[in-house]
């Protein structure tokens, strides 16, 4: 079993430096990609209402022979549930899918500007916070000015910032931003799903010079970045190998020919983009 070091969050909780992701699984399928992520020794765990599959992951931690104490369950709230008494009662539907008696992290899902109750949903965050119902409370697609915003309306800044990163899109003027204030940041779409980025003849080559595939000269890149991977996969092998990225370190030239083509988004974006 793979041993993980951690981030320490600014609400003084732990997250360990790679995570799994469970978009798009069903029910079925997260159960059981879950349960095989806690054997290889996976401990931090990324799920949400709107992926519709958080009965699976709870299943899975049930019945894992790893104490619940060591596994950190992340979901997030949908879009349709914004606003403070809405958050409470979607929370709640949340862990009730989970079969937990508590959260590791909740996020929002998405900011939707164009709705704005994402204040009054970080609220309510902050309150399950506080009840204990939560551990620690984050955002998922936001920019700065969204963070700022909820800095300066309720003093609590954010643990975790989920965006989408990956070498066509490194993100650097947000990931300076999260540095500058405490907050860390996770990957989705980590090796750029839906792409040819892991077909490309420079990470190939980095890939290479280490022994290792070009998924994991990406995840290390994320890694050396200060960055936590949530990678998706359901596959034993590819779980282990998504895990196996500690062993090795890219130079400073390998780090810029990971990320050194055109940038784009592949994901919606923060300022427009509405899931409900």
């Not at 070091?5 to 992701?21: E, F």
């Amino acid at each position: 079993m793979t041993s993980i070091p951690a981030h320490t969050l600014n609400d003084g909780t732990r997250l360990p430096a790679v995570g799994l992701g469970t978009w798009p699984m069903d029910d079925t399928e997260a159960e059981r990609a879950v349960a095989g992520a806690l054997e290889l020794g996976y401990r931090l765990l990324d799920t949400a209402a709107n992926y519709r599959n958080e009965t699976g992951v709870g299943r899975a931690v049930a019945r894992a022979g790893v104490a619940r104490e060591e596994i950190v369950v992340t979901t997030k709230l949908p879009g349709r549930h914004h606003g403070y008494e809405e958050t409470l009662a979607s929370f709640e539907e949340s862990r009730g899918r989970l079969g937990l008696d508590y959260v590791d992290l909740y996020l929002i899902h998405w900011p939707l500007p164009r709705v704005d109750r994402y204040v009054d949903s970080w609220r309510a965050m902050i309150k399950l916070r506080e009840e204990g119902l939560v551990r620690s409370i984050g955002v998922s697609n936001f920019t700065a000015e969204h963070i700022e915003r909820l800095e300066k309306e309720t003093g609590v800044l954010p643990s975790v910032n989920q965006i989408e990163l990956h070498p066509l899109l490194p993100q650097e003027e947000l990931r300076a931003f999260h540095a500058g204030k405490g907050i860390v940041t996770e990957s989705w779409s980590p090796l750029g799903r839906g792409s040819d980025l892991l077909r490309d003849p420079a990470i190939a080559r980095v890939a290479e010079a280490h022994g290792v595939t070009p998924g994991q000269a990406v995840l290390r890149w994320h890694v050396q970045l200060g960055a936590l991977p949530v990678p998706k996969s359901a596959s034993p092998e590819r779980q282990r190998h998504n895990l196996d990225v500690l062993g090795f370190e890219l130079t400073p030239d390998e780090m810029r020919a990971v990320a050194g083509r055109a940038h784009r988004r592949l994901g919606g974006d923060p300022e427009t983009h509405e899931e409900f």
